[in-house]
């Protein structure tokens, strides 16, 4: 089995900050998802069996949903994220070449120091076929990258809220 994909970033700013930033839709519209697609958030109901349903305005619309399975204020969240239709039902992602997972567990961890919080980010598919598997894997490349803009745009987010 592989491990999950995994992020490391660090932010100057408390980990109470940057679980607030996943926890109100105003936040989230200013910094998740692709930095070529910004997003309307169109539901956020920010609790344990909630969801968070996003519309993103790229080349092409398309929607997102998270459906959150536990949080810990402030050291974690987990959730299940999605590509989803303008409903909020889940679809498959839409990428032609790839043959990628329709679910993929999410977890999030804070810790701090000083003020300084790192956020651990892990990422697996679930439900998913070998094929969609070994896809999500292959690509670990690209997430990082995109993964690593979204966090930017988190990062210049909590810069601008905390002057």
């Not at 929607?63 to 050291?75: A, L, S, T």
Request: glycine fraction near 6%; aromatic fraction near 12%; charge should be negative.
């Amino acid at each position: 089995m592989e491990q999950p994909f995994t992020l490391n970033r660090t932010f100057n700013a408390s980990k109470e900050m940057i679980f607030d930033a996943f926890a109100t839709a105003e936040a989230l519209a200013q910094w998740w998802g692709p930095v070529e697609a910004p997003i309307d958030v169109v539901s956020l109901d920010f609790r344990p069996e909630g969801i968070f349903h996003y519309k993103m305005k790229g080349t092409h619309i398309s929607y997102g949903i998270f459906r959150y399975k536990k949080m810990e204020r402030p050291d974690n969240i987990t959730w299940i994220n999605s590509f989803a239709d303008e409903n909020g039902a889940i679809s498959k992602p839409p990428f032609k070449d790839f043959d990628l997972p329709k679910e993929i567990l999410n977890t999030i961890t804070l810790t701090e120091t000083d003020g300084i919080t790192t956020l651990v980010l892990k990422s697996e598919p679930i439900n998913a076929s070998e094929s969609e598997i070994n896809c999500f894997y292959s690509i670990t490349e690209g997430m990082e990258q995109g993964f690593g803009g979204t966090l930017n745009q988190l990062a210049d987010y909590l810069n601008k809220i905390k002057k």
